[in-house]
């Protein structure tokens, strides 16, 4: 029998503590633990990037992070990425807009993902954005509306900063 770990964690500027067997994934922890369902389970494997969320800002697989790696740290899902208002971030908004999606399976991984290739700029043209955004699967197909919303994300987001 494992011993369970005592976690902190700030969850969408939420302190939580989590008592969590060692071999809980961050995924799971924020599924089962938190009910924060918004962050998918596609393959549980790093293959899909349905799991994506931010690490101290930075995108990161949940499936392939221990909870107890994010010990300590700040951690951001889609149920986190809106104005504590409502307001959308604009990714959500141009995914809204343009029909970035069909199923919504793949969607708050997507978002997650866009939101950080945008801030690590990688969203200078379609081709660098699709290279960029490749880690996260889409069997609905809605690949060429992401590109769009993200490209138009990408511009409110400059428009914003300035
Ligand atoms: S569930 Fe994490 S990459 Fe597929
Ligand atoms: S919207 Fe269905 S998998 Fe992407």
Same mark, same amino acid.
């Given at each position: 029998?494992?011993?369970?770990?005592? $976690?902190?964690?700030?969850?969408?500027?939420?302190?939580?503590?989590? $008592?969590?067997?060692?071999?809980?994934?961050?995924?799971?922890? /924020?599924?089962? @633990?938190?009910?924060?369902?918004?962050?998918?389970?596609?393959?549980?494997?790093?293959?899909?990037?349905?799991?994506?969320?931010?690490?101290?800002?930075?995108?990161? /697989?949940?499936? /392939?992070?221990?909870?107890?790696?994010?010990?300590?740290?700040?951690?951001?899902?889609?149920?986190?990425?809106?104005?504590?208002?409502?307001?959308? @971030?604009?990714? +959500?908004?141009?995914?809204?807009? @343009?029909?970035?999606? +069909?199923?919504?399976?793949?969607?708050?991984?997507?978002?997650?993902?866009?939101?950080?290739?945008?801030?690590?700029? @990688?969203?200078?043209?379609?081709?660098?954005?699709?290279?960029?955004?490749?880690?996260?699967?889409?069997?609905?197909?809605?690949?060429?509306?992401?590109?769009?919303?993200?490209?138009?994300?990408?511009?409110? $987001?400059?428009?914003?900063?300035?």
């Amino acid at each position: 029998m494992s011993e369970h770990l005592r $976690l902190q964690l700030e969850i969408n500027g939420q302190p939580h503590t989590l $008592l969590v067997d060692p071999r809980v994934t961050l995924l799971d922890a /924020l599924r089962e @633990h938190l009910t924060l369902t918004g962050t998918k389970k596609g393959c549980d494997q790093g293959q899909c990037g349905a799991c994506t969320v931010h690490i101290n800002g930075k995108r990161v /697989l949940s499936c /392939l992070t221990l909870a107890a790696q994010a010990n300590g740290q700040s951690v951001t899902t889609i149920e986190g990425l809106a104005q504590p208002d409502g307001t959308l @971030h604009p990714v +959500q908004a141009r995914f809204l807009e @343009h029909d970035a999606f +069909q199923c919504g399976y793949c969607t708050p991984g997507q978002i997650m993902s866009a939101a950080a290739c945008i801030s690590e700029g @990688h969203a200078g043209s379609p081709e660098e954005i699709r290279e960029y955004m490749s880690g996260n699967l889409c069997r609905c197909g809605a690949y060429p509306n992401i590109v769009e919303a993200i490209q138009q994300a990408a511009v409110d $987001l400059s428009q914003e900063a300035t």
